[in-house]
């Protein structure tokens, strides 16, 4: 099934970088959080994974409550990584509902059965000395959707992960039968 053998390379590519951004985690709690007035935001790390097989690539996007950061992966032997985007970010409502999402809440896994194919996206969300990895399979999951969101207004058009709320909900319900 090439969705599921797709889905544990993504699993063992967030488990190094997991471990790439929990070395700069003593780094992370020495900062204070963002303030602006009594508006705090908690530090997180959000790592979304998109993985292009057939051309030996990845690009995580990487949201902290600091800066977003794309980084173009390359799975070929000796191409080293390369940060092709790189923002420091103000407070935002935005941010601080992403920095508030309850992870133990959120499922390890998310599909449209009646998909096989299509939109695979894994985000990795760090807070709290807790890491939860969920992946999404053609649904559309509120929290993810909301990271992807803020993501998507501010890095380039060719950067942007496909995440269309309207048509996944829509290509849901007519898969549960419903209108």
């Not at 959120?106 to 998909?115: A, F, G, Q, T």
């Not at 807070?127 to 501010?154: A, M, P």
């Not at 048509?167 to 319900?173: M, N, P, Q, S, V």
Request: include cysteine; glycine fraction near 4%; charged fraction near 25%.
């Amino acid at each position: 099934m090439k969705t599921m053998k797709g889905y544990k390379y993504v699993l063992s590519l967030c488990s190094i970088l997991i471990g790439l951004f929990s070395c700069s985690g003593n780094a992370i709690k020495a900062q204070s959080n963002i303030e602006k007035g009594k508006d705090t935001i908690r530090p997180f790390t959000a790592i979304i994974v998109n993985s292009f097989y057939a051309e030996a690539y990845s690009v995580a996007t990487v949201l902290t409550d600091k800066q977003l950061k794309i980084i173009f992966k390359s799975d070929l032997e000796g191409v080293k990584d390369t940060i092709v985007f790189l923002k420091k970010l103000q407070f935002s409502d935005t941010l601080r509902q992403i920095s508030e999402i309850n992870l133990t809440k959120l499922k390890d896994y998310y599909s449209n059965p009646c998909i096989d194919d299509g939109s695979q996206v894994t985000v990795v969300i760090k807070k709290d000395n807790s890491t939860k990895t969920v992946h999404v399979s053609n649904f559309y999951q509120e929290e993810v959707g909301r990271i992807i969101y803020l993501v998507n207004s501010i890095i380039p058009e060719k950067y942007k992960v496909w995440y269309n709320r309207e048509r996944l909900i829509a290509d849901y319900k007519r898969c549960m039968g419903k209108k």
